[in-house]
Every structure is written in C-alpha cells, then in structure tokens.
C-alpha cells in the first residue's frame, strides 16, 4: 500500500506561483510513474503532469511552458512548480503512483483569483 501526502496548494493572485509536493511511503525508484491529474467543480478528472522512473516528463497542453513536474529520489517526493497561474487553473489536484496498481492523494486545493 502505497500512501501519498500532498502540501502545497492554496490561494493565489493569477499571474503567480506555488509549488506542490506529493511525498510517498515507498521509494520511488520502485514507482513507475508519478504525476498529478486535476478535477474543477463539475468537470471530470484530467491529467496535468506525469513523469516516469527514467524521468521523462508529459505534460496537458494547457499547461505546457507554465508547469514543470519533477522527483526527488532522496526525498521519496514528487513536486509540480506552476507558474503563470490563472483562474482556469483552479481545482483540486490529485497526485497519484502506478506501483502495481494506481495509488491516489487525498487532493489538495488550488484557487487562482482573477
């Protein structure tokens, strides 16, 4: 069983910055891939960003030059940067783990304001 804790969301003006983590129970070598899906009010579950054991990365093109998926194998931790957030952005983002099966985050909140 994998666990997976997600920090990082919040509130914020568009135009800015967070950073999100996604910290796992298991080391992620032995995790194939890593990413982050993304579900606004009312709408259906979308990937944002994944990246593999050998770190090629995939993104939605409605994020691409804005978001950058990245892992820390000594920290167990996957992170999203996202910049240039706008209000299409809000949402609650989910990380999740293919480690036999598909591990999910409980979801963390992103507001973007106009």
């Known amino acids: 069983q994998v666990q997976l804790v997600e920090s990082g969301g919040g509130l914020v003006q568009a135009g800015g910055s967070l950073r999100l983590s996604c910290a796992t129970s298991e080391s992620i070598f032995g995790i194939n891939t890593m990413g982050w899906y993304r579900q606004a009010p009312g709408k259906q579950r979308d990937l944002v960003a994944e990246?593999?054991?050998?770190?090629?990365?995939n993104y939605a093109d409605s994020v691409k030059g804005r978001f950058t998926i990245s892992r820390d194998n000594a920290k167990n931790t996957v992170y999203l940067q996202m910049n240039s957030l706008k209000p299409d952005d809000t949402a609650v983002y989910y990380c999740?783990?293919?480690?036999?099966?598909?591990?999910w985050g409980q979801g963390t909140q992103v507001t973007v304001s106009s």
């Open positions: 999740y783990a293919d480690f036999g099966r598909r591990f």
């Open positions: 990246i593999t054991r050998g770190s090629t990365t």
